[in-house]
C-alpha cells in the first residue's frame, strides 16, 4: 500500500519518496490505455449469469442416474483436467507463441489467429450467411465454448450441493403432487443458494484475475516490463478496490434473496 503512495526514486536500493496520489491521479487522467481495458475486463461480467445457469443446469442433469453418467461427467470434468495454457492457446488459435517458440515461423503466427473461429464457423458458413452475419455467428460460439471451459469447477460445486439435499424433501414433494418446476423453485434453489452465491464469487474472481485480462495484461507489462512499480501498485488497488465493490454488492445481493426463502 505504501508503494502506490510513493515514488521509486533509486530501483536498486528502492527507495521511495512519498508521492500522495500523484499516481491515482495520472491513472484517472493521464492514462489513455487503462480505463478501456478495465471497460474490456468489465464486458465478462456477461458470462457470469450464463455460467452460473448453465453450470447449474448441467449438474442438475449429472445428478440423475442414468446409463452413461460417469462417461458425460468425465467430458464436462475435462476443461479442468485440460485447462493449461498452452492446450488453451492452442484451442482458442492463439498458439503462435507456442509455434514461436518452436520455431515455426511467421506463417503458423498469421494462420493461428483465426483457427479457432474457422474450426467453429466454417467457410460455408461464412458463404451462406454473409461475412457479417457469419461474424456474429462465431461471436456466439466463441462465447458458448468459453462459457463451457470456465464452468467445470462451478458444476463440482453444484453437485456437491444437490447430493446434499435430503432425498425426503423431494419424496414429500411427490406426494403432495408438486411439479417439477415447484420442486425447481421450491426446493433445490433455496438449498443451492449458497452454492450459488460461492460460484458467482468464484467466477468473479476467476474472471478478473484471468491472465488473459487486458487489465492484468496491463499491470504486469506497467509494473514489470516498464519497471514503474509505484504506479504499478496504484493500479492494482484500483482495480482490487473495484473488485471488492463487485463482490460486496453480490454478498449483499445474495442475502436478500436468501431472507427471501427463510
Do not use: C
Not at 442414468?66 to 484451442?91: A, K, Q, W, Y
Amino acid at each position: 500500500m505504501v508503494l502506490a503512495f510513493s515514488t521509486v526514486t533509486d530501483l536498486k536500493s528502492f527507495r521511495l519518496t512519498f508521492a500522495g496520489l500523484d499516481n491515482f491521479k495520472q491513472a484517472l487522467v493521464n492514462d489513455m490505455e487503462f480505463f478501456p481495458a478495465l471497460m474490456e475486463s468489465l464486458k465478462d461480467l456477461v458470462n457470469i449469469p450464463i455460467v452460473i445457469v448453465f453450470s447449474l443446469t448441467v449438474a442438475i442433469m449429472l445428478n440423475k442416474k442414468f446409463r452413461g453418467r460417469g462417461f458425460f461427467r468425465m467430458i464436462f470434468m475435462l476443461p479442468l483436467l485440460l485447462g493449461s495454457s498452452v492446450i488453451m492457446d492452442t484451442l482458442q488459435g492463439n498458439h503462435a507463441q507456442v509455434s514461436m517458440g518452436a520455431g515455426l515461423g511467421m506463417e503458423a503466427e498469421e494462420s493461428a489467429a483465426g483457427s479457432f473461429q474457422e474450426i467453429l464457423t466454417g467457410h460455408q458458413l461464412e458463404a451462406l450467411l454473409g461475412p457479417s452475419l457469419s461474424e456474429h455467428v462465431g461471436a456466439v460460439v466463441n462465447r458458448i465454448s468459453s462459457v463451457m471451459w470456465i464452468s467445470s469447477i462451478q458444476i463440482i460445486i453444484f453437485l456437491g450441493a444437490l447430493q446434499s439435499i435430503p432425498a425426503s424433501l423431494y419424496e414429500a414433494a411427490d406426494i403432495d403432487g408438486a411439479s417439477a418446476f415447484d420442486k425447481l423453485w421450491k426446493i433445490t434453489l433455496p438449498m443451492v443458494l449458497p452454492a450459488i452465491e460461492l460460484n458467482i464469487v468464484f467466477t468473479v474472481i476467476n474472471s478478473f484475475t484471468n491472465p488473459e485480462n487486458q487489465v492484468m495484461t496491463y499491470i504486469s507489462n506497467v509494473s514489470f516490463k516498464n519497471l514503474m512499480l509505484s504506479y504499478g501498485s496504484a493500479l492494482v488497488w484500483m482495480y482490487f478496490s473495484l473488485v471488492a465493490v463487485i463482490l460486496a454488492f453480490i454478498f449483499w445481493l445474495t442475502r436478500r434473496i436468501g431472507k427471501r426463502y427463510e
